[in-house]
Structure formats: C-alpha cells, structure tokens
C-alpha cells in the first residue's frame, strides 16, 4: 500500500510515498501501522522536509512512480485524522473550482501551527470572574480597574483567554492586580463538553416579517435540509434579532452556529451583542490573533467545544464538529473576497458548505449584491424581506443638495486667507440645527489623510508615487505646522505606503506655490473644527471625532471612541466606509455624504454598485434612536441618472435596474468570469505572457476574450500589471476550458520570471 499525499507546493498534483520502515515513526495511540487519511505526515521532497496530508490509501500497482523510485514517509504526526473526509471534500472543491493546487488549498485552510506540524493539545490561559463578585466590590476611584473589569465581564462566566483579552486592550499588570484582590482568577480551559447553551436575556418580540424570516430559517433547520437564505432588510430593520432567534433554536438542539462577519465590524461590540444573549462557550477568530490562539480556535470548532463561532473570512474554512446554522452577515461586503492565494469568496463557501452539512445558510443585508439577487431569480436563494424598522425609527429620508446653485462655504485664516471648506451653506445650517437640538451628526468621506494630492500651482507638478501609477496623500497636521517634517506631516502612498517629506519649493520648478487639492478626513475634520469653533477661545463646541485607519490604528481607539460616541452628547463625526459596516449610533440623526456620489462616474462597471452599496449602508446609521433621521447628499451632478434612481426609488430597485444592465451588456453576474493578472518588471514582457496564454486558447473556446490590457492601477509598486478577462455565458464551459488551459499557460515559456494568477469570479477589475 501507498499513501497519496497533498504538499503545500505549487504544482497542480500529488506525491505517493510509502509506509515507514518502522512503527516507531508513528505517533502512539495509532491503532494500524497506517497513517489514517487526513492525517499530518512528515516526508523528504527534494532537499525539504515537508508536512502533508494523506488524501487516500492507493495500492502500489495504481502509483504511475516506478516502485524503485518511491520514498517512505519520514514519520506520522496525528494517530487520528485532523481534516475528516468533509473537510477534504471541500479542499477537492476549492482546488478544482478556483483551479488552485490541493496542496496549497489545504495550507490556506489549515492554522500556521498545523501546518508547522505543532500538537494539537495546547494549553493556554484563562480569566475569568470569580463568582459572587459584583460591582460594589470596587471602590469609588477604582474607576481604570472597574474598567477593565467590565471588559473581562463583557465575556460572561468563562471569560476569555489571555490573548483575546489583551487584544482587546487588557493590560497584563491589571489582571494581575485584580486576582490578588481576589476577584478574577486565571484556569486552563478543560476539555470537557461545554454546557448546554442558555438563554442569558430574553428575547425581543418580534415583527411580523422577522417571525416569518425566523419561521422558515428554523423550518429548514430541523428538516436537516440546505436551504440559502437571502435576508434582504433595510438598515436597521432588525437582521440581527433574526439571527439571534433563528441560531437560538438552532443551539439548543446541541448544534454549532458559524457567524461570519465583515473584518472591520470586529470590536468587542460584536461578541457583546451575541454574550449577551447566549451564556455560550463563543470564539472569536479574526486576523489580529496570534497562532497559538487561531489554534486553540481551531481546535474549539473542530472538537465542537464552541457553540457560537464568530468570524471573519478566514472562519469559513474551519472545521465543524456538528454545524447547524451559517450566518454571513452584511454579505455583500467586498472583504468577504480573499484577494491573494486561493480566491475564494467566503459567502459562496458558506453556500457550499450548507449544501454539504445539510444546514441552512441566511446571507443578511440591506443591500444585496448583484450576485445574490440573480441566485434568487433563479431560484437558489430563498429571499425574506424586512422592509421596516422596529418599534418607532424610521428609515430617513434622502434630499439632495445641488452644489452647483450654491457655492462651498468660505472661511478665513488668522492671517486673512481664504479658504474653501467644501461644505455647501446648506449642509452647515442643517448640521448646526442637528448640533443645536441634541443630536449628531456623521459625516462620511471616503478618503483618509489631509488632502489626495499636492500640486504646484505655478508649474502644475504633482506630487506622485515614484512607484505606483498614483499621487501621494497629503498627511499633514495644523497643529505640527512649526515643522513641516515633523512625524505627522508627511506625502504617503496609499497602495505602497512608500513615504516622503513635503517639499517646501516644487521640485521642478521651485516656485514656493505649492498647494493642497482635494480632501482628506483630516482637513475636513480641521474645517468643521474652524466653522464650529467659539471664534473667541477657538475652542471646539462640539467634539469632532474623526474615524478612519489613521485614527484607530492603536488596539483600544475604536473601542474608546465607541465610548465616547455612545455618551450621546451632541457631536460630528467624521468616517470613511468604517463607519458603514453595522453600526448603531442611536443618536445620529443626520448623516450627511458631501461627494460620495463620485464613484457613479468611475470607469468601473461595478463602481455604480459599490457605490450605492456604501452610500445606503452609511445613510442607514442615521436615526435608528427613537427620532428620525435625514441624510443630505451633496453633489455636482444632481441629474445624473443613477443618482436620481437610487435617491428616488431606493437601493432594491436601483439593484434591479443595473442587474437588467449587465443582462443587455452580458456582464457578470449574467456571464461567468474569470481574470488573468500577469505581474513583471516590464510592461512589454507582461503583455507578450498574456498574448501567448491567447495564443493557446483551444479552438471553439466560446468566451468573450478581453485583453490584455493594463489592470486599473497598472504600476504598483515598481512592477507592472496587466490583465486578460474571459467572459463565459456558461459557468461549466468556462471551466472546461480552464482545465485544459490554465496549467499550459502557467508552463508557458515567457511566463517564466513572471506572476501569473488566475481569480476565479473576480469582484474587481
Ligand atoms: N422586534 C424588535 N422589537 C424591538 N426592537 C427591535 C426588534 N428587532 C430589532 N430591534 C432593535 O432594532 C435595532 C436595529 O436592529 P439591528 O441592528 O439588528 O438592525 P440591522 O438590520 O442589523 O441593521 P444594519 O443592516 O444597519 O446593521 C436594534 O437596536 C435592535 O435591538
Ligand atoms: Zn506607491
């Protein structure tokens, strides 16, 4: 006998090897002198020493290796499988539907340790409460302590490891302080069975459309049947109460919930929601954990130790000792793509694995994505609507202001220079009337930084990535102003991060004239600073609360300036698409969009709907409290055709409109695609790979062939980009002809010092 095994190398095949010579390379505890499948083995290839995973036991006629040729493993690592054969069919399926070598398949899906050949036992801190302690344990001036003890409080009666909790802003020295004085107390996690869940809060009542979403989730939940869910519902309409309910039922029947989420939306406030309801042994894994901690999340899923799994992309790939329920929330955000390696979609995963574990899979949004929406014309998604929001919010109206009738607000400098603040006379007033009442204000800028380009006004030079086809970012500080180089003035790259002072003179002509164009999160925060300044202290009446990856870049500033938005008190915040993702301000009742109307006018053909995605995601933050909300978008363009569609009609029926586009024009999703992008030092040696993959099509392809042409930002990084697009009305055609294609073209001799990558059902190009 001999075992196939899977390597994490990248050639589209897998090696056979033989038994070891002796049982002392197996681990103890292994019932047969043979290394079960979805076992980890360690084996010499080449000059490495690889670890791999047997896929299948073949007898040794079956090996097209001459017997002479064939290596024994080195040793076994696992006297049990760690993948089970689901596991290893959906590495089948991701290798075959994203043509992507098994061997890599199967690294992506497995934790770094794993892949190291660690042990699976690990034995990692815990902390939690002690019981019998309450708030009134702490003293009055405790205020930090009593803090961060709420934090760890936040994780209910278990707690959490010591590693999440750092993340989450913890320090070591308080966890410490507070076990000697006897109110928390470190354990190691056992491996026994965890509780049964229970209900920690009750239950909301719910409105008729969620009933009836919960009723048919539930339904499909215990026939054991797969059944796709598109929860279509507006912001606000309560998507989160469905799921709450639906995952309810579906956890006491002893069954795993898998909740993934966008990667942005991951503060604590997340878990919150969920530990507030359930008392449930919940795991969260995303990109900030370390290995030691994605492993112990990883054996958690696998051993069905955690009820509730809270995830970003990543997670889809998990192991499940018993799933019951997927939830992919927020589904149509773009960082559900995995946009390197294996390109996978985690929404059209979680389909696949619901289809394959017999469970249903409700895809929540208030703005389905093209895709979706088509599955449910076809009938592969089952569509329940929520079309208003519980209790008294309202969903706010949307007005737009015409910038060309009025021109931008004015102000002045100390030193008498004028200055446009970008903001129309209009949207001040009704920010000041939202201040002066009680309530804030969200202003949403899709762009961080100071300003997007610096220019010289005498002879139009611009300031530009000496890597990149793009111009680099103003960062750039009022307060610092004494010195220009000072740490937070600064020209920046925002796809190489390469980094540069700013001139003083233009470096071509050195004239002093140089100037900002355009604006950042910063300026704008700097101008709302200006306008609704006291103009005698200069001191702000209003805090002004910028948030974007500048702003939270440190590990606690989300969740501080969640503290101080949640004070209620009357303030502008300023956010880029951050603040888009499922937030609830209850207090925000105006939100207001200066440009972000832009992207309507991009060449992109999916600009229009990421755009309108983005737009009503942001709108919806405003009045979800008990007091309506209303959100002013300002624009150049106030006839432009979409625009006016989705300011009229709403975002379901603009959705309709472009799909019907892409049916007449033979776009995705009314076409499959699939993206060649070939990377090099040279424009020319790119383009010739693409020419000859061309070349080799075979005949009677029956694909649209676009290409090669530049990718949208074709230098980056000093290597250049170029990309070939096949566009297929059949999903099977396509990929017959990438079978016989793909691997031919990779061995293509002038594909040879270049990256080549295939994405199969690309979301950008
Ligand atoms: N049946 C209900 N009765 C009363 N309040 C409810 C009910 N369902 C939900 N809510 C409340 O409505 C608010 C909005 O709900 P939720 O955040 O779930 O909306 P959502 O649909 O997820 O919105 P978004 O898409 O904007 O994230 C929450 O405060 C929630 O507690
Ligand atoms: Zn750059």
């Known amino acids: ?335 559900y793509k995995q946009q390197d390696t294996l390109r996978y979609h985690a929404a059209d995963v979680a389909l696949y694995r619901g289809l394959q574990a017999n469970v249903p899979v409700v895809l929540g949004t208030a703005t389905p994505s093209l895709e979706h929406l088509k599955l449910v014309d076809d009938g592969k998604l089952v569509e329940c609507q929520l079309q208003t929001r519980p209790g008294n919010a309202k969903l706010a109206t949307m007005q737009l202001i015409d910038a060309r009738l009025q021109s931008t607000h004015q102000q002045t400098t100390a030193a008498g220079a004028h200055y446009d603040t970008g903001l129309t006379d209009a949207l001040i007033g009704a920010i000041q009337q939202t201040l002066e009442a009680g309530d804030q204000v969200l202003i949403f800028l899709n762009r961080r930084g100071y300003a997007p380009v610096l220019l010289c006004e005498a002879c139009g030079w611009q300031a530009d990535c000496p890597r990149c086809d793009a111009h680099l970012t103003v960062h750039y500080n009022s307060q610092s102003q004494s010195n220009s180089y000072s740490s937070s003035s600064y020209l920046k790259c925002h796809h190489c991060d390469w980094q540069a002072y700013i001139p003083t003179v233009c470096p071509d002509c050195g004239s002093q004239n140089l100037n900002t164009k355009g604006m950042g999160t910063t300026r704008l925060s700097e101008n709302l600073h200006a306008i609704f300044a006291n103009p005698q202290t200069s001191k702000e009446l209003y805090p002004i609360i910028q948030i974007d990856r500048d702003t939270t870049r440190r590990k606690d500033s989300w969740e501080n300036i969640y503290q101080r938005i949640n004070e209620g008190t009357p303030a502008i915040l300023v956010g880029t698409q951050m603040v888009a993702k499922g937030h609830h301000f209850p207090n925000v009742t105006l939100v207001c969009l200066p440009n972000a109307d832009r992207g309507f006018l991009s060449a992109d053909f999916r600009s229009p709907e990421h755009t309108a995605q983005l737009m009503i995601q942001v709108a919806g933050r405003a009045g979800r409290g008990d007091k309506s909300g209303r959100v002013l978008i300002q624009t150049l363009q106030p006839d432009n055709e979409l625009l006016l569609k989705l300011v009229k009609d709403g975002y379901l029926s603009f959705a309709r409109k472009l799909l019907q586009e892409r049916k007449m024009m033979g776009l995705p999703p009314h076409s499959h695609a699939a993206l060649i992008r070939c990377e090099g030092k040279t424009l020319a040696a790119t383009t010739q790979a693409l020419k000859d993959a061309i070349a080799i099509l075979p005949n009677g392809h029956n694909l649209a062939v676009l290409g090669p042409i530049d990718a949208p930002m074709s230098k980056k990084n000093s290597r250049y980009h170029v990309q070939l697009l096949l566009l297929g009305k059949d999903r099977q055609q396509l990929h017959r002809v990438l079978n016989h294609w793909w691997q031919p073209v990779l061995a293509l001799p002038s594909a040879k010092y270049l990256k080549l990558t295939l994405d199969i059902d690309p979301v950008g190009w």
């Open 1 to 335: 006998m001999l075992l196939q095994v899977a390597l994490p190398v990248p050639l589209y095949r897998v090696f056979d090897y033989s038994l070891p010579a002796d049982s002392s390379a197996l681990p103890n505890g292994t019932s047969s002198h043979i290394p079960p499948i979805g076992s980890r083995i360690e084996v010499s290839f080449g000059r490495q020493t690889l670890i791999g995973i047997v896929i299948a036991h073949i007898a040794a006629a079956d090996s097209d290796v001459p017997v002479n040729k064939i290596k024994p493993i080195n040793k076994c690592l696992d006297a049990e499988p760690i993948l089970d054969a689901s596991m290893l069919k959906m590495a089948h399926w991701l290798a075959r539907y994203y043509h992507y070598p098994l061997g890599d398949v199967l690294a992506v899906m497995l934790p770094t340790l794993v892949r190291q050949g660690k042990p699976l036992d690990l034995l990692i801190t815990h902390w939690r409460i002690l019981p019998h302690v309450s708030d009134d344990d702490f003293r009055a001036n405790a205020k930090k302590q009593k803090q961060q003890f709420d934090m760890l409080k936040l994780h209910g009666e278990h707690g959490a490891s010591e590693d999440i909790l750092l993340l989450e802003g913890m320090q070591r020295s308080f966890l410490k302080a507070l076990e000697e004085k006897g109110l928390i107390e470190r354990y190691i996690q056992s491996k026994q069975a965890p509780a049964p869940v229970k209900l920690a809060t009750m239950p909301l009542d719910l409105n008729e459309e969620q009933q009836l979403a919960v009723a048919v989730i539930i339904a499909a939940h215990e026939a054991k049947q797969y059944t796709g869910f598109l929860l279509n519902g507006i912001t606000g309409s309560g998507k989160t109460e469905v799921y709450l309910q639906a995952m309810q039922a579906v956890l006491e029947a002893g069954k795993q919930v898998l909740i993934l989420v966008p990667e942005i939306g991951l503060t604590p406030q997340t878990r919150a929601r969920f530990a507030s309801r359930f008392a449930a042994h919940i795991v969260l894994l995303h990109s900030g954990m370390n290995n030691t901690h994605r492993l112990q999340g990883w054996q958690d899923c696998r051993t069905g130790h955690a009820q509730i799994i809270i995830g970003t992309r990543s997670a889809v790939l998990y192991p499940f000792a018993n799933l019951g329920l997927i939830v992919v929330d927020e589904a149509h955000d773009g960082s």
